[in-house]
């Protein structure tokens, strides 16, 4: 079986990974720069043709243990494979079988988009005649085609991150690592990129993602792990982790925040649970497992004299599922971050 055979399971076989090797199988991963440890023994299993997300704030691990897959970063403890071969112990098969692309652009500034996929499948030992053609083929598939000759500081960020995807299949591996690929884009080139990966899947990849965007992971993913400082905090798809907190969510944003505990009291009361502060101040999110359970909270708030200047019920999101698993949002930026480590 040749390396891209390895991650594709091809039309009217097995559901994605359904009696196959797993695309990505990650047991005990370590890696520490000092004595911060950027992943602290996390455990993730992908499935071949599925996209994978790994949901985290700035400094939750998700850049660092991608590298490590990647091999670009040496891996302290645990073990990884792909496709069932070890990353440590063979690093130059798992580079056939990996295609990169990272939160910022690898491409060359001073050339065209045209002269970059060129350069890079020279670089990859493509031939000079096929090294063409795959930069004409991957021009017509990103869109890029009208601006295969521009100068690349002539290109939007959208225009860039999709060069960028583009250099990183001119192998066609089978597995590709997107790096928070959205970072930075405006929603509409955002939801380009989305249907962009949506596409790789749909030709055969695999994809395994990282995001610090809740909504990025609802839209893209098949299953998400939630990392949080260095660890896994959870694994599901996204409708199984909506539930763990509930079947539907009151958000409440009172008129002082200074009522905060008076409210949460209440909340504690009425239902018998803790609501999760979010970020913003006097905002409340509450678990139900009944929508109606709502007014009972409503009624205790006003008995008790707290007001409320806007309230809403709905399923939960990926937003409830983080607060309630972490007890902060995802732009959390603290000191000893990954990037920091490195």
């Known amino acids: 079986m040749s390396i891209t055979e390895l991650g594709r399971t091809g039309g009217g076989g097995p559901a994605p990974g359904e009696g196959v090797e797993p695309a990505v199988r990650v047991a005990g991963l370590v890696k520490a720069f000092g004595e911060h440890r950027a992943v602290d023994g996390i455990d993730l299993e992908v499935r071949p043709g599925e996209i994978f997300g790994v949901l985290g704030p700035n400094g939750a691990g998700k850049t660092t243990m991608l590298r490590m897959l990647a091999t670009l970063l040496k891996i302290d403890a645990g073990r990884a494979e792909i496709f069932g071969v070890d990353v440590a112990g063979n690093p130059h098969v798992i580079r056939q079988l990996v295609g990169v692309t990272g939160q910022y652009a690898s491409v060359d500034e001073n050339l065209t ?10 670089l990859q030992g493509v031939a000079p005649q096929r090294a063409r053609r795959i930069a004409t083929e991957l021009l017509d598939q990103f869109g890029l085609a009208e601006a295969a000759n521009k100068p690349l500081a002539q290109f939007s960020g959208g225009m860039r991150r999709r060069l960028d995807l583009a250099a990183s299949l001119i192998t066609r591996p089978p597995l590709i690592f997107l790096d928070e690929p959205t970072t ?37 993913a098949d299953r998400v792990a939630v990392i949080d400082h260095g660890r896994k905090v959870a694994e599901g798809t996204p409708d199984e982790l909506k539930t763990t907190v509930g079947n539907s969510a009151l958000q409440l944003v009172l008129a002082e925040p200074g009522d905060a505990p008076d409210a949460v009291a209440v909340v504690r009361r009425v239902l018998g649970v803790d609501p999760v502060l979010s970020p913003e101040r006097g905002r409340l999110n509450v678990a139900l497992d009944r929508a109606d359970l709502a007014a009972d909270v409503l009624i205790g708030l006003r008995t008790a004299g707290v007001s409320v200047a806007s309230v809403s019920v709905a399923k939960p999101s990926l937003d409830e599922v983080f607060l309630a698993l972490t007890g902060h949002g995802t732009d959390r930026d603290e000191t000893g971050t990954e990037e920091d480590g490195r």
């Not at 988009?113 to 020279?122: D, G, I, M, P």
């Open 184 to 220: 930075g884009l405006d929603p509409r080139t955002r939801g380009q990129m989305w249907d962009t990966i949506r596409g790789l899947v749909a030709d055969g990849c695999t994809v395994l993602l990282t995001t610090q965007y809740l909504d990025e992971a609802d839209q893209l």
């Open 113 to 122: 988009a045209r002269e970059n996929l060129w350069l890079f499948s020279r």
